[in-house]
Structures are given as structure tokens and as C-alpha cells.
């Protein structure tokens, strides 16, 4: 099993939808989540970090359960602009330092 | 303005001649980490640095080395490559890698660079 897992889409959405993607996790003990945005060929971009009682900007929401291990993030009103893969990130405390590991990514496209 | 910048961008070489990736970054980051990235398996670890003379193995580190004589700087060596070491490759950097300190742990990228290898 992975260690972080999302479903790969891609998600082909209208403008104007809401859409939502999670991501699950192994290990319980991971500490801090993050969401990143990766365009076509571009290198990825923080999205949002991801708090334990969930946070929002913009049309950005992102949720943690940590008892059922996972994160979602939900976009509200997407744009085309938002056409692009989105990286859950976890961060856990391995081996004496803090490792990030990344999801392979959810596509999303918005379509007119 | 606050970056990681790699060279070279786009690179075709042949299997068993030696390349470096350069990466540097301008923000005083102690932190730094190499990535290769591939369709269906994200983002994976070759070698990270926890600060300068400081470096250590990531997830697949075969195949490559990595230094880190002073802070700005964290190349990435193939001593010779081989096919399956064509990819996407990412530096990033962090202030540090912090347990629970915000911030601490958000990676800035650079740009890429992508790497044949015949």
C-alpha cells in the first residue's frame, strides 16, 4: 500500500462546480498536510498548508480526519485557471528528520 | 527575488556519460532535497540535506550523488547514467526541516529539469 494515496482522476468539471478530492494516508503518526498545485510541465506550488480543524481560502477548503486518516480539499466555483494537478503532501517524523511525501497527484480539468 | 534555480533545464545525453544538475537557491534555506518525478508515481526522494556536509538517502538514491559544500548550493551527480534514470527532475528547499514549526517544512521548487538519457 502506499503511504499517501489519491485517486488520479482526472476530474473533468464545468466551470463554475464544486469539486472535492482526498487523499489518504498510512501513518498515523504524520504530523502536518499540505496541498500542492502542479500546471503541466511546471514544478509544484504550495497550495494551502492543512490545520487540524480545516481551513479555507478563497475557494479553497481543506479538511484533516485524522482518525480516519485522510484530507480532502474542496473548490468551490472552480475556474479554468484551476486546470491542474494537485499533490497531497504529508509530512511525518522518520528516521530523525521531518519527510514529506507526496501523493502522485489528482488531475483536475475545467472545462468552458 | 526568492528562488531555487536549476541547470540545465533540458538535457539529452547518452548512458555512461557523467552530468551534474546544478541547483541553487537564494534564500538562506538549510534544507534542501532532490526529487525525480515520473507518470503514476509522484514525487520520490533521491537525497536530501539537512544543512551544509549534511546529506543522506532518500527513497532512490542508486544511481546518484549529491555534496553540500556550502548552504546556496546542492548539485545532483549521475556518474553514469542509464535509461531508466530519464525523468523529471526537482531541487526544493525549506528553512529547515522543523518538527511542528510553521512554515518550516514548506518546500519551494525550482523549476525542473528534464533528463534523457539514450
Known amino acids: 500500500r502506499k503511504e499517501v494515496e489519491q485517486d488520479p482522476g482526472p476530474f473533468n468539471v464545468p466551470e463554475g462546480a464544486t469539486v472535492a478530492f482526498n487523499c489518504t494516508y498510512s501513518n498515523s503518526a504524520s504530523q502536518s498536510f499540505f496541498w500542492y498545485r502542479q500546471d503541466c510541465r511546471k514544478e509544484p506550488k504550495l497550495l494551502m498548508s492543512?490545520?487540524?480543524s480545516g481551513n479555507e481560502d478563497g475557494r479553497f477548503t481543506a479538511q484533516l480526519n485524522r482518525a480516519s486518516q485522510y484530507i480532502s480539499l474542496l473548490i468551490r466555483d472552480s475556474k479554468l485557471s484551476d486546470s491542474a494537478t494537485y499533490l497531497c503532501v504529508v509530512n511525518t517524523f522518520s528516521g530523525g528528520y521531518n519527510k514529506l511525501i507526496f501523493g502522485a497527484g489528482t488531475r483536475l480539468a475545467v472545462h468552458p | 527575488e526568492a528562488q531555487v534555480t536549476q541547470n540545465p533545464r533540458y538535457l539529452i545525453t547518452v548512458t555512461g556519460k557523467k552530468l551534474t544538475v546544478t541547483c541553487s537557491q537564494n534564500?538562506?534555506?538549510?534544507?534542501m532535497s532532490w526529487y525525480r518525478q515520473d507518470p503514476g508515481l509522484g514525487l520520490r526522494q533521491i537525497y536530501y540535506?539537512?544543512?551544509?556536509?549534511?546529506?543522506d538517502k532518500g527513497d532512490v538514491p542508486e544511481g546518484y550523488k549529491v555534496s553540500r559544500k556550502e548552504k546556496r548550493n546542492f548539485p545532483l551527480i549521475l556518474e553514469s547514467p542509464s535509461p531508466n534514470q530519464t525523468s523529471l527532475y526537482f531541487c526544493?528547499?525549506?528553512?529547515?526541516?522543523?518538527?511542528?514549526?510553521?512554515?518550516?517544512?514548506?518546500?519551494?521548487f525550482g523549476a525542473g529539469s528534464r533528463l534523457t538519457v539514450l
Open positions: 534564500m538562506n534555506h538549510e534544507y
Open positions: 540535506s539537512m544543512n551544509v556536509e549534511v546529506t
Open positions: 492543512v490545520y487540524s
Open positions: 526544493a528547499s525549506s528553512p529547515r526541516n522543523g518538527r511542528s514549526i510553521p512554515g518550516a517544512n514548506v518546500l519551494t
